[in-house]
């Protein structure tokens, strides 16, 4: 759209430090990430699997596949050479994800709030500094090992690739990415504000996307062709094409996420520029987002495969 471009081409020009800028305003969100290593973010291009890090990353070029791609079983052939994925395939999979969200949050719920619950540490290389340690708790693992169970025996050929089991038959057309919890941080404080993450990808492409959160019980899903809902209900941001970047109610989970250097001063630019900065909320801010509740837009860096997948049907 016009208004898209006209404010991809002020905001870069203003602001100058080198951002990978996704402005959804209008019709859209406002995503904002920075280029790095192990954290890109991108407009309809294909994740890939960095084989040193074993994060994501991303190309432009289809056609640039390696072993290592999600979704690409040659390196001569492209998407639209091998199979293809009709509404009646996208209608099937999104109920397959509902289905997927209602067994990782019967594996949560009996963990949320109980003073027990052990926490363990694990280490996450590639990652910012802040961030290289993360929590882990049984209700990540009981969750994502559920979903990964329903998931071999209802399509045993699709591919997997987990937060916490890792991945297996990343080449196949069709690769689920889960993350049974997101936030993690918040689940271990009480803080109602994670969410499991469900995304369906073709070829490396995200069709389905889920945000469930299991104790308020709110899910957003998105599908390719279809629009956005918040249980059930269609959902989609202010169309108010006058607003800019100064207008802008932004979230980020942690300004911790941003290395020293280049992305710190990227994330502090656009925080200055910003109307307003929010922090924490994980997936649930780009949820918010997208209902056009209030939030213009979500800036982070350092995020895995598992982290944005399901959030780009949503937000698109």
Same mark, same amino acid.
């Given at each position: 759209?016009?208004?898209?471009?006209?404010?991809?081409?002020?905001?870069?020009?203003?602001?100058?430090?080198?951002?990978?800028?996704?402005?959804?305003?209008?019709?859209?969100?406002?995503?904002?990430?920075?280029?790095?290593?192990?954290?890109?973010?991108?407009?309809?291009?294909?994740?890939?699997?960095?084989?040193?890090?074993?994060?994501? +990353?991303? !190309?432009?070029?289809? &056609?640039?596949? @390696? $072993?290592?791609?999600? =979704?690409?079983?040659?390196?001569?052939?492209?998407? #639209?050479?091998?199979?293809?994925?009709?509404?009646?395939?996208?209608?099937?999979?999104?109920?397959?994800?509902?289905?997927?969200?209602?067994?990782?949050?019967?594996?949560?719920?009996?963990?949320?709030?109980?003073?027990?619950?052990?926490?363990?540490?694990?280490?996450?290389?590639?990652?910012?500094?802040?961030?290289?340690?993360?929590?882990?708790?049984?209700?990540?693992?009981?969750?994502?090992?559920?979903? +990964?169970? !329903?998931?071999?025996? &209802?399509?045993? @050929? $699709?591919?997997?690739? =987990?937060?916490?089991?890792?991945?297996?038959?990343? #080449?196949?057309?069709?690769?689920?990415?889960?993350?049974?919890?997101?936030?993690?941080?918040?689940?271990?404080?009480?803080?109602?504000?994670?969410?499991?993450?469900?995304?369906?990808?073709?070829?490396?492409?995200?069709?389905?996307?889920?945000?469930?959160?299991?104790?308020?019980?709110?899910?957003?899903?998105?599908?390719?062709?279809?629009?956005?809902?918040?249980?059930?209900?269609?959902?989609?941001?202010?169309?108010?094409?006058?607003?800019?970047?100064?207008?802008?109610?932004?979230?980020?989970?942690?300004?911790?996420?941003?290395?020293?250097?280049?992305?710190?001063?990227?994330?502090?630019?656009?925080?200055?520029?910003?109307?307003?900065?929010?922090?924490?909320?994980?997936?649930?801010?780009?949820?918010?987002?997208?209902?056009?509740?209030?939030?213009?837009?979500?800036?982070?860096?350092?995020?895995?495969?598992?982290?944005?997948?399901?959030?780009?049907?949503?937000?698109?």
């Amino acid at each position: 759209m016009w208004h898209q471009r006209r404010h991809r081409q002020r905001l870069s020009a203003t602001h100058n430090v080198g951002l990978l800028l996704l402005i959804y305003f209008d019709i859209f969100a406002l995503a904002l990430s920075f280029p790095s290593r192990t954290s890109q973010c991108y407009r309809r291009k294909i994740p890939r699997i960095d084989p040193v890090t074993k994060r994501r +990353r991303v !190309l432009s070029n289809n &056609r640039a596949f @390696s $072993h290592n791609t999600i =979704g690409n079983s040659s390196p001569h052939h492209t998407p #639209a050479e091998t199979t293809t994925t009709t509404a009646a395939t996208i209608s099937e999979f999104t109920a397959f994800a509902e289905e997927l969200a209602d067994t990782a949050g019967r594996a949560i719920l009996p963990y949320w709030r109980r003073r027990s619950l052990k926490v363990e540490d694990k280490k996450e290389d590639g990652r910012s500094p802040a961030q290289t340690v993360s929590p882990v708790t049984a209700a990540d693992r009981a969750a994502e090992r559920a979903m +990964r169970d !329903l998931i071999e025996e &209802r399509y045993p @050929s $699709h591919g997997i690739f =987990g937060e916490e089991f890792g991945s297996v038959r990343v #080449a196949a057309d069709y690769v689920w990415v889960l993350d049974p919890i997101d936030g993690t941080k918040s689940f271990v404080t009480g803080k109602p504000l994670f969410g499991t993450l469900i995304s369906c990808l073709h070829h490396g492409v995200p069709i389905v996307g889920v945000i469930d959160q299991c104790v308020i019980k709110e899910r957003w899903i998105g599908a390719r062709g279809r629009p956005t809902t918040l249980n059930g209900a269609p959902v989609r941001v202010d169309d108010d094409s006058k607003r800019t970047l100064r207008d802008a109610t932004l979230y980020t989970t942690t300004p911790d996420m941003f290395r020293r250097g280049y992305e710190a001063t990227a994330f502090r630019t656009v925080r200055d520029a910003s109307f307003r900065m929010l922090y924490g909320c994980d997936c649930y801010a780009y949820a918010l987002v997208a209902s056009g509740f209030g939030a213009d837009g979500v800036i982070e860096a350092d995020l895995g495969l598992y982290d944005y997948c399901a959030v780009v049907p949503v937000v698109e």
